[in-house]
């Protein structure tokens, strides 16, 4: 979503996204003032609301699938939607599109923007928190922007996977945490192949701490 619509989206959506859904948001102050890679937990299609609540009025991205909804006016519906949002579209099913669109979120977060990611992959059908797949880390050892961890609460209970509408009820709660940096990390990797098994390493232990920061975020 470009800066205008984000913009427009804190003067007329915030207040209505406040007075009857967000119940909580704690930690806003820890929003960088560069730009950075917004990581949260997965519960629900409401997460994508409560994750541009946080980045408003900047412009952001986000990585949405295009393997679900691919027909009729469902497929029209999310076309329409991730047309205004600026989404970079996902086919989870196929490697090249897996490859291009963390090449987009690289390419973007190098001019300046700010991505949104859910390191999960797609939502919880349990409401536990999943295992984080290597993509952000990715995507942090690329450009070397900080890794904003996020967690939700109670988007899963208002709209679970397999539910058409949401419930109206103001009970979300938002944890923003710390930035994290990875600066070790980060010049480990400086001169290392991404398919190397040490920087495969490397990815996996920045996804795991940084799903762990969102687990403790969303408790």
């Known amino acids: 979503m470009d800066r205008f619509f984000s913009s427009i989206c804190k003067i007329l959506l915030k207040p209505i996204v406040d007075a ?13 003032k560069e730009n950075f890679i917004l990581a949260a937990n997965h ?3 409401l997460d994508q609301i409560v994750t541009a609540y946080v980045c408003v009025p900047r412009g952001f991205k986000m990585i949405g699938q295009t393997d679900r909804y691919t027909g009729g006016i469902d497929r029209i519906l999310r076309e329409i939607a991730y047309f205004i949002g600026g989404v970079i ?4 099913k196929s490697e090249e599109s897996r490859k291009r669109a963390i ?4 390419d973007y977060l190098k001019k300046g923007g700010i991505l949104i990611i859910y390191p999960e992959g797609t939502r919880t059908r349990t409401g536990d928190i999943q295992k984080g797949k290597t ?10 922007k900080p890794i904003l961890p996020v967690g939700i609460k109670g988007t899963f209970e208002l709209l ?4 058409a509408f949401p419930a109206i009820k103001r009970i979300i709660e938002i944890n923003v945490g710390q930035p994290l940096y990875f600066n070790e990390e980060l010049e480990k990797a400086k ?8 920087c495969k390493e490397i990815m996996k232990k920045i996804a795991e701490k940084v799903m762990e920061e969102i687990s403790m975020l969303a408790k």
């Open 20 to 32: 009857f859904l967000i119940k909580e948001a704690r930690g806003l102050e820890n929003v960088p």
């Open 43 to 45: 519960q629900s299609h």
């Open 89 to 92: 579209p996902l086919n989870r």
């Open 103 to 106: 090449e987009k979120a690289i």
């Open 135 to 144: 993509g952000v880390a990715k995507i942090f050892l690329k450009t070397g």
């Open 160 to 163: 679970p996977p397999g539910k």
């Open 191 to 198: 001169n290392l192949d991404q398919q190397s098994e040490e």
